[in-house]
């Protein structure tokens, strides 16, 4: 009996692997990964007279049905995490459009417990986005803050001056959390973490993360095990208890809930939709085409835009199985 290896791991087993979660029909989870192109490939468009949104918007659209198809028809999307960053041409009006397409293919679970993340650049957002984004449902926000080289510290000040009213509208709000996500340089030395580190706490965020620059993107820090136990401390001095490698939650309320949404995250068959996106599902792991153009490419001819993955368990038999 033929099985499919990690090596030929592909769209008909993301399909196979999506049927089987139909078994258990956990809550939905999906993670959105914005852009969904280079900046050039948005000019090209540009230049051919066509709308960047509504190109990207209708190969999403085919990527949603694609996998919707694969899905029992009762499942609900409880988490929704909008990862990367938005896009400027992303409007208000764009953002309402987008999750209103999101909407009718995974219809949202009106339950009280959704998780709607989104990631923001603090340089970018307005107290007038953040209500928006709320009026959309979103109510977890996580602000990817850049920390600047030694000797750039005036940056910092600039920074959080655009970051505190935007926690302070958060907690007006009742937003469930807010991190913020420090990508760190490197190489950099420990010390020249630690300074701007120590003058971000002064807003007591109710979670950080650290990420480096390659890896801001992913779950867990790619930080280099010295500059992590020297973050570990000061945040520990600082009321912090570590929820992972690289991430955490002050003390109190914000770690009660950074846990209890930890374990519903657990409890849910992850969708990734968007370059690079990876889905997590109880059969098989899968990630999307990172390369635009391959994403593209597998949508235009209507299969799934899968580039690798793995199964779960050894042996299991792939979609080519007889």
């Not at 309402?96 to 989104?118: I, N, Y």
């Not at 979670?207 to 992913?218: A, C, P, V």
């Not at 059969?283 to 993955?309: H, K, M, Q």
Request: glycine share 8%.
């Amino acid at each position: 009996m033929p099985v499919t290896g990690s090596a030929d791991f592909g769209a008909d087993d993301y399909a196979a692997a999506l049927n089987a979660s139909n078994a258990q029909a956990r809550p939905l989870s999906l993670h959105l990964r914005l852009p969904l192109r280079h900046d050039g490939d948005v000019r090209v468009d540009r230049g051919k007279g066509m709308d960047p949104f509504e190109v990207d918007l209708a190969r999403l659209d085919r990527e949603m049905v694609l996998v919707r198809r694969c899905l029992a028809p009762g499942r609900r999307l409880e988490a929704l995490h909008w990862s990367g960053s938005l896009p400027p041409w992303l409007s208000l009006s764009r953002m309402s459009e987008l999750v209103d397409r999101l909407a009718s293919r995974f219809p949202f679970d009106p339950g009280r417990q959704r998780d709607f993340t989104v990631e923001l650049d603090p340089r970018a957002t307005d107290i007038l986005t953040l209500r928006h984004l709320e009026a959309l449902g979103f109510n977890r926000l996580k602000l990817i803050v850049r920390l600047p080289a030694a000797g750039h510290l005036d940056t910092l000040t600039r920074l959080q001056s655009r970051i505190e009213p935007l926690l302070d509208e958060t907690v007006r709000m009742g937003w469930h959390s807010l991190n913020l996500v420090l990508v760190v340089p490197t190489p950099t030395p420990a010390q020249e973490t630690v300074a701007p580190l120590a003058a971000l706490l002064t807003m007591t965020p109710p979670r950080i993360s650290l990420r480096t620059e390659h890896h801001w993107q992913e779950g867990e820090s790619a930080l280099p095990p010295a500059l992590l136990a020297r973050v570990d401390e000061r945040l520990v001095e600082a009321g912090y208890r570590a929820l992972g490698r690289g991430s955490y939650a002050r003390q109190g309320a914000a770690l009660e809930d950074a846990l209890a949404q930890a374990r519903r995250e657990r409890a849910r068959d992850r969708l990734g939709l968007g370059t690079g996106a990876v889905s997590r599902l109880p059969e098989a792991v899968a990630c999307n085409a990172c390369a635009p153009r391959d994403y593209a490419a597998a949508l235009d001819a209507g299969r799934l835009a899968t580039a690798s993955g793995h199964w779960r368990h050894i042996g299991h038999l792939g979609a080519g199985a007889t």
